[in-house]
């Protein structure tokens, strides 16, 4: 399985997700969840 991601969109949205996600989850709460939000957006695609 290949994972592309798209960094020219990755933009301020995973940013935000990432640091909400850290203060509410902790570091890997925020990984999680910043992954979750960049492949909903389009970000990381899985081929």
């Known amino acids: 399985m290949a994972v592309s ?3 020219g ?6 940013v ?3 640091l ?3 203060f509410i989850f902790g570091l890997l709460g925020a990984v ?3 992954i ?3 492949v909903l ?3 990381i695609k899985f081929s």
């Open 5 to 7: 991601v798209n960094w």
């Open 9 to 14: 969109a990755m933009g301020i949205g995973a």
């Open 16 to 18: 935000i997700a990432f």
């Open 20 to 22: 909400v996600g850290w």
């Open 32 to 34: 999680i969840l910043a």
């Open 36 to 38: 979750i939000v960049m």
């Open 41 to 43: 957006m389009g970000i």
